[in-house]
């Protein structure tokens, strides 16, 4: 009891400044040295530096510190571990012929000039079955930047669409962790939050759908470069035995995805399944494998795209990645143990009373909780608790508020630099964050269509009010 008093005296008495204080000054130091040209991994040491401090100096006993940093980490274990088991799978997969067998039929089969439009309804469909955007990209993701790259295609708009549709179908998904946990925290019905969220997704995608329509059809590649396809695929043939049977390991992590199957476990059986097939259908040694496992497969065809586009995977390619991870994961455990993020929470919905002005406020607190490296967990459900009775005061369906978090903490932090998810596809689809960026429409556009629908009553609901999609308020 005596330790509980301790914890929460200082955060009781924390005031609007001083919580404000220590949530924007780390996040100004991060933000600062990154453009100053610091390495990420180094601004985010630098801020937990003086997030620990700040805690030290409202009382917090150290070993409360700490404890909070060791929560944090715990928090993003599953993570940090998916991340080493993909790198692992990625190369074993090569090894094993199956990312060779989806490039040589992928490119065969689809049309430059619908690529982009094509990869985001191809992602979105099956994200809405798997569940996870992170799934979706490491398997089906990966082979079509393959077979971006095989067609000519830019590596950036190909990562944009393939991560814009893949956080759409996690979204609507309703198996997807993020969407049920954020149902959860606001208490709201899973199916009438999911409808909800047509509101402001419906538009947004359409929006991307035409953006990357109009994409596509501007830098599809030459004719020329067209030819280098039978390159490609002469390649890809020549040095690996490709067959349908190779397709069994996507097919196994995809299917036991959407069965809802724990995600540890189902890479683990896809990684043990690509190394069969590489022992006995590509012929190579166990020990060859294993080390592709650690250091990535290293492509020796002679063919310069096919080399480019299958050297990659590893555990070690994720080892930057996992650094990072671990440093978000102990900020957000400390920014959660100081108390502040409640604290300000509270004070920025006190004088809204519209619909519209709800919205933006939850927006501005959930932007500037994925921003500050609080992180997904912390958005999705911090503002649940901190804002539901303001919605209920003022007759707004839950529903809305989970629709908001959403939008925001589901899809902005694929393009955030120090978070998580934007280390995840960076390091997955080989292309960097700030390449992508301006591509991956579905990432930063839903929080401005959601402000602007929540202005306009597009989705408006009130308390008892029927929720359905593309609905005005009467």
Known sequence: ?????????????????????????????????????????????????????????????????QAAATRGVMQIFPAAFMMILVGFMIAVWIEAGSVPTL??????????????PLSFLICLCICLTIGTSWGTAGTVGLALMGVAQGLGIPLPM???????GALVGEKLSPISGTTILTAASTNTNLIDHIVSMLNTTIPASVVSLALLTYLGWHNA????????????????HDHFVIHPVLLVPPLFVLALSALRKPAIPVFVGGIALGVVMALMVQRASLVHVLNSGM???????????????????????????????????????????????????????????????????????????MFGGAGQFCTLTLPGIAFRKFYEDRDVHSCVLSRTMEDCGTMVGAIIPWDVSAL???????????????????????????????????????????????????
């Open 103 to 116: 490039l040589y039929y992928g490119i065969q089969l689809i049309n430059p000039r619908i690529f982009l």
């Open 295 to 369: 250091d990535g497969f290293k492509s020796n065809t002679g063919v310069r795209i096919v080399d480019a586009l299958l050297s990659r995977g590893g555990v070690a390619s994720m080892s930057f990645n996992l650094y990072l991870c671990l440093c978000a994961g102990i900020l957000a455990g400390i920014l959660d143990q100081q108390g502040i993020l409640t604290t300000l929470l509270h004070n920025l919905l006190s004088y809204t009373r519209t619909i519209g002005g709800l919205v933006l406020s939850t927006t501005v607190a959930c932007l500037a909780l």
């Open 424 to 474: 995840y596809y960076a390091s997955v689809l080989g292309v960097s964050m700030y390449a992508y960026a301006p591509y991956a429409f579905m990432a930063w556009l839903p929080p401005f269509v959601s402000i602007a629908c929540a202005y306009i009553g597009l989705g408006a609901f009130r308390t008892h009010q029927r929720v359905r999609p593309l609905v005005f308020r009467g």
């Open 158 to 164: 190909s990562a944009g669409a393939i991560i814009s």
């Open 221 to 236: 590649p030459a004719s020329s470069e067209i030819q280098s396809v039978a390159t490609v695929l002469a390649g890809l």
């Open 1 to 65: 009891m005596e330790s509980e008093a301790a914890t929460t005296a200082p955060q009781a008495a924390l005031s609007p400044a001083v919580a404000a204080a220590g949530f924007f000054v780390p996040l100004a130091i991060l933000i600062a040295l990154v453009v100053a040209g610091t390495s990420i991994v180094i601004a985010v040491i630098t801020a937990i530096c003086f997030s620990c401090l700040f805690s030290v100096w409202l009382g917090h006993p150290w070993s409360q510190v």
